[in-house]
């Protein structure tokens, strides 16, 4: 079955960087877009960025733009997202979902940006 593991999550202050990472198995995970999507305690699921399968297109909501970079491995079965410059705005659990944000999603990575 299709499982997706998120990790890279923890706490750190304003302006510093995290790497997450999201390792897909129980399917051909080349032949999927992915997406990253986070919720923030109190609030709906909020989509982040995607990539295509092949990893030549990517997209990401206006408010990562300049600070987040999301990549991916199709011969790891691994996808990342950069994140620098980090905001306490972006505290929230990340989530990595197969094909668009309402996909099958993994158990999630919490970040907490705080100083």
């Known amino acids: 079955q299709v499982q997706l593991v998120e990790s890279g999550g923890g706490m750190v202050q304003p302006g510093g960087s995290l790497r997450l990472s999201c390792v897909a198995s129980?399917?051909?995970?080349?032949?999927?877009?992915m997406t990253w999507v986070r919720q923030a305690p109190g609030k709906g699921p909020e989509w982040v960025s995607s990539?295509?399968?092949?990893?030549?297109?990517?997209a990401i909501d206006n408010s990562a733009k300049g600070r987040f970079t999301i990549s991916r491995d199709n011969a790891k079965n691994t996808m990342w997202l950069q994140m620098n410059n980090l905001k306490p705005e972006d505290t929230a659990l990340y989530y990595c979902?197969?094909?668009?944000?309402?996909?099958?999603r993994g158990q999630g990575t919490q970040v907490t940006v705080s100083s």
């Open positions: 990539i295509s399968a092949r990893g030549d297109n990517t």
């Open positions: 979902a197969r094909g668009n944000a309402s996909g099958p």
């Open positions: 129980g399917f051909t995970f080349s032949d999927y877009d």
